[in-house]
């Protein structure tokens, strides 16, 4: 039997060795981890991450061809390809702090397969990395090569979040990057068999190293460029009464332009789009390409700027001061169907209504009191490194509760801040909500997901992204006064 092992047992590494062993059943796949909890967590009937469809793969074929363990070093020597799929976070301290990819996981998996391995392998970077990582992994592994031979494959991964299984089962495409030498495309032929197991030949793209991994950072800023892009449409929807969903829907019958990725939203998150944005920005400042690098950083700033929007909208409306009030903020994953909570701009939002003293009252159904108290304490830059690298014991932010469910949040509540898409936010009974709460009763729908006519009579003053403006609400030129940026 063919042995593979994937090291990091994270939200790609996980579900993408799942559906690998599921459609290879001739393939023996060993994810690896350092973490105990974490693969602890993936041999017990509580995954450490929740997807849809995730479950029901990993019961298919734990224990047939599927393993999780933390003997990582027996794993990888027994394997013939070895993926790569540890993080990759924004670096926090030292060059490029801020801005460039910090690889120490990186390093550290690379030099423990130099170390390690006692026969030829195939190793296929599966983590998002700077353009021409292929060439230091390499240059870590032929310093200890004992003679080994190393073939590197860039195999960026495409999944979102939330319909991981689904992007993997079904991908656009497959991306596989390698040398153009014989013994490099041995590698790609070698790769591409397994994913021929289930994906169409015709959509198995190869190219070059440097194109691979330089596509993985290009695919993620095209995506996060159009949400900026119909974000900054939206505030100026609100200035003039246009209204953000028809113009997206306008847009999107464009055929050159399609009808994905423009929905406003308070902002993007998650823990790629802006880690590999500002890498892009690092990495274009580094071959002299000040212009280039610009252009991409304005995505992040209008990121930014939706996200300061949004909270001085809320603070504006409420008077000009939220100090003391109960807000409840609704959803808290970075997008819907995942407990991911990495970048998700609810931070951001809760940051700064507790910077203006309000009282928040949080529920997400999927995020854990444990991890949002985490989030609301970490400082920015260790957001992206796993939970279980993150301090123990964080100190526990005290104008924060974290309830069970949508009514006990808005009970007493002056305002409502709709933070993630969930679908059970559309179907609440909002005139209970309504009768429960403080008057004048807002909302602030940061997803565009309610009905802002049937709220209006309800009695809510509503604010909803891009939206024309409530007679209650003032234009954002006169509304912004004295409250200041959350995020510098
Ligand atoms: N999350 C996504 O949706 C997504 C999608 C595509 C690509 N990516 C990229 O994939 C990579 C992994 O992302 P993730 O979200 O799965 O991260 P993650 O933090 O969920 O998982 C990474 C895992 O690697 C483990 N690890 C770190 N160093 C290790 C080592 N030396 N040996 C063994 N295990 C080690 C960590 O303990 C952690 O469990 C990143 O480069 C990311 O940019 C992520
Ligand atoms: O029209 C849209 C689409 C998305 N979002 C937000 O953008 C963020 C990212 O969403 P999405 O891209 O769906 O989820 P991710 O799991 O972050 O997936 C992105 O990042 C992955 C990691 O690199 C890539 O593999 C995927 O292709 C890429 O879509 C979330 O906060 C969404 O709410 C919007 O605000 N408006």
């Known amino acids: 039997m063919v042995k593979i092992c994937g090291i990091g047992a994270g939200y790609v590494g996980g579900p993408t060795m799942a559906v690998i062993a599921l459609k290879c059943p001739s393939i023996e796949v060993a994810v690896v981890d350092i973490s105990h909890s974490r693969i602890s967590a993936w041999n017990s009937d509580q995954l450490p991450i929740y997807e849809p469809g995730l479950e029901e793969v990993v019961k298919e074929c734990r224990g047939k061809n599927l393993l999780f363990s933390t003997d990582v070093e027996k794993h990888v020597s027994e394997a013939e390809i070895v993926f790569l799929s540890v993080n990759t976070p924004t670096k926090a301290r030292g060059l490029g702090a801020g801005k460039a990819a910090d690889l120490t996981y990186w390093e550290s998996a690379a030099r423990m397969i130099a170390d390690v391995s006692q026969s030829n392998k195939i190793i296929v970077e599966k983590s998002t990395v700077p353009v021409r990582t292929a060439e230091a992994i390499e240059k870590i592994l032929a310093h200890n090569s004992k ?16 319909t991981a ?3 993997l089962l079904n991908p656009d495409r497959v991306l596989i990057g390698g040398k ?6 041995k590698a790609i032929q070698a790769l591409k068999d397994i994913y021929a197991q289930w994906v169409q030949e015709d ?3 190869t190219t070059n190293l440097w194109s691979a991994e330089l596509s993985k950072l290009a695919d993620n800023a095209f995506l996060a460029q159009r949400i900026s892009s119909i974000n900054a449409m939206s505030a100026l929807c609100e200035a003039t009464g246009a209204e953000v969903s028809q113009v997206s829907l306008a847009l999107s019958k464009n055929t050159k332009i399609g009808s994905k990725f423009l ?18 920005v690092y990495i274009c400042e580094g071959n002299g390409l000040s212009e280039v690098a610009n252009y991409w950083k304005q995505v992040i700033n209008v990121n930014d700027y939706q996200k300061n929007r949004f909270v001085k909208r809320v603070i504006s409306s409420m008077f000009n001061t939220v100090s003391g009030k109960k807000i409840a903020v609704l959803g808290f994953a970075f997008k819907k169907d995942t407990s991911d909570t990495r970048k998700t701009p609810a931070i951001d939002v809760c940051k700064g209504l507790l910077g203006d003293e309000a009282r928040l009252s949080i529920y997400d159904p999927r995020v854990t009191e444990d991890q949002i108290q985490r989030d609301l304490s970490t400082n ?11 301090p123990l014991n964080p100190t526990m932010v005290k104008q924060v509760s974290i309830v069970r469910d949508a009514y006990e949040a808005t009970k007493d509540a002056h305002g409502i801040c709709i933070l993630t898409e969930w679908d059970e936010f559309k179907t609440l009974d909002y005139q209970k909500i309504y009768d429960d709460m403080q008057k004048p009763a807002f909302i602030f729908d940061g997803r565009n997901i309610l009905n802002v006519g049937k709220l209006r009579e309800i009695g809510f003053i509503v604010y909803s992204i891009g939206k024309p403006l409530d007679s209650w609400l003032k234009p954002e030129g006169h509304a912004y006064s004295g409250v200041m940026d959350i995020i510098p």
């Open 263 to 280: 929905n406003a939203s308070v902002g993007f998150g998650g823990s790629c789009f802006q880690k590999d944005i500002l890498n892009l």
């Open 165 to 167: 299984i689904q992007d």
């Open 203 to 205: 959509k198995i793209i």
């Open 380 to 390: 920015n830059v260790e957001w992206d490194h796993p939970i279980h690298l993150h």
């Open 147 to 162: 003679g080994i031979n190393y073939q590197i494959l860039s195999n960026p991964e495409f999944l979102s979040e939330g």
């Open 180 to 185: 153009e030498s014989p013994e490099g495309q």
